[in-house]
């Protein structure tokens, strides 16, 4: 098939150059030049793994074209993939004008019948509105060309955004009418597998499908942080609990990790958008507005151990960090709980030692000019002359570091540790004071 797509960030450039290697053509379109020239040439503007071996080989194949001419897109797909940002508005809700001025690009240019497909994260009624700006534009050049506007929520997980569009567990399809219908069963039946993983269903449902899947993940961590920050008080181990409670089919183990709050650009955003989507239609989502609450004080949680420990002003002090992106296997730093813990520790005048495998150029990117932190060469040079180590992100490399090496570096042999990585125990029997989530 031929399929453009709108927007190569991360959500476009993972589905056309998946769609790509399983023998579509696929022309991605942005609108910025300096990103579809880096790609024309093989590089990627992202870090997610696998991701430049697969545009590559596709680029090569001749499958997988870049361009920044919008004519030339809208002519290339019969299926045309919208994934451009919807960056939150000052109130919470999703910023439409990208999807939209793609909608109105298509009805500019189009000639002949288009499968309009949203993939980006928008709120319910979304499709209603892009369907309109496309007509609109249509009648204004007196056109009655037929098309169709589906909703097809993606559920990639940074890091793992090839398996996960490879082998999904299941593909939301919201769309009304046959034709439409038929040509996205025909798309997707390469990643069908051995069962059923197509849900068809109306547009409406689909879109508040991705919301309530990313909300209800969310809820599951800020219930588990708070439920770890009453066990730390009780003298319970969360951990423990955790495999209590999840070896219970119907919780589950997935997503029942305490740390140091959510973060990354989608379940901030998500929840707020959801809330608000809530407060517009006349309901308020009381409980998803306890879980964004409970996920803003999570953030601040290490910091709060360091201050009881060390005292208010931290003047004088220094911490490493390890970890810096939102999680591990990105680069990605938005909405990091390792920026506010930055920025928490400097403001009350410590010195930060950070190390991340991956995201410390975008890190030193979005602290910007800040001389309290310094950034280390790997994860053991952070430590010298620092009064503790707080881990923020766990990293593989982080699970079994030499801690005979980690005492001798740090002034004081104390650790915070927002992810529960060590026995801690063991970490203690080492002459640590170790301190982590609820345990
Ligand atoms: C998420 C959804 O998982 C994905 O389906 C959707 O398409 C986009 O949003 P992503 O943001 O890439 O994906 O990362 P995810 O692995 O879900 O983690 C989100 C945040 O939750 C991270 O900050 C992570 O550290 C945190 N988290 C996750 C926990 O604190 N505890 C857990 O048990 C799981």
């Given at each position: ?13 993972v589905t056309?150059t998946c769609l790509?290697e399983v ?27 696998g991701?430049?071996?697969l ?101 990639l997980?940074?890091?793992a955004a090839i398996e996960d569009f490879m082998k999904p ?19 997707y039946?390469p990643f069908q597998r ?246």
């Amino acid at each position: 098939m031929k399929i453009t797509v709108i927007g190569s960030g991360y959500v476009g450039l993972v589905t056309g150059t998946c769609l790509a290697e399983v023998g579509n053509h696929v022309c991605c379109l942005d609108l910025d030049a300096k990103k579809i020239a880096t790609l024309k040439q093989g590089g990627i503007p992202i870090f997610e793994p696998g991701l430049d071996d697969l545009v590559r080989r596709n680029v090569e194949a001749g499958r997988l074209t870049f361009t920044t001419d919008v004519a030339e897109s809208v002519a290339f797909g019969e299926v045309q993939f919208i994934a451009v940002g919807t960056p939150p508005d000052e109130d919470g809700s999703a910023d439409l004008q990208y999807v939209i001025s793609a909608a109105r690009n298509i009805g500019r240019h189009m000639t002949d019948y288009k499968v309009v497909v949203d993939k980006s994260t928008v709120p319910v009624g979304t499709a209603d509105k892009v369907k309109a700006a496309l007509a609109d534009e249509l009648a204004a050049r007196g056109q009655t060309i037929p098309f169709s506007v589906v909703s097809n929520p993606e559920f990639l997980k940074e890091g793992a955004a090839i398996e996960d569009f490879m082998k999904p567990d299941r593909i939301v399809v919201g769309a009304e009418d046959e034709r439409a219908i038929e040509t996205m069963r025909r798309l997707y039946s390469p990643f069908q597998r051995n069962h059923e993983r197509l849900f068809f269903m109306d547009v409406r449902s689909a879109e508040l499908t991705k919301y309530a899947a990313n909300a209800m993940l969310a809820t599951r961590i800020s219930f588990m942080n708070e439920l770890a920050n009453l066990a730390e008080t009780l003298g319970a181990d969360i951990e423990l609990v955790r495999k209590g409670i999840g070896s219970d089919p119907r919780i589950g183990y997935h997503f029942l990790y305490p740390g140091t709050g959510y973060g990354g650009s989608c379940f901030p955003k998500d929840v707020k958008a959801l809330i608000s989507t809530g407060k517009e239609n006349g309901h308020t989502l009381r409980v998803l507005e306890a879980v964004e609450d409970a996920n803003e004080i999570q953030k601040h949680r290490l910091v709060e151990k360091v201050t009881r420990r060390f005292g208010e002003d931290l003047s004088g002090c220094r911490f490493a960090i390890w970890g810096l992106a939102f999680k591990p296997n990105t680069d990605d730093m938005r909405e990091a709980a390792s920026r506010v813990i930055m920025h928490e520790l400097t403001s009350r005048g410590a010195e930060v030692v950070a190390f991340d495998p991956v995201a410390m150029e975008e890190a030193a990117r979005v602290v910007g000019d800040n001389p309290r932190v310094r950034f280390a060469h790997d994860m053991m040079d952070a430590l010298p002359g620092a009064d503790a180590l707080l881990i923020v992100t766990e990293w593989k490399m982080f699970r079994s570091p030499d801690f005979d090496l980690m005492k001798q570096a740090l002034k004081t042999p104390t650790i915070f540790d927002g992810r529960n990585m060590y026995d801690p125990v063991w970490v203690r029997q080492q002459g640590f004071d170790y301190q982590a989530i609820g345990r």
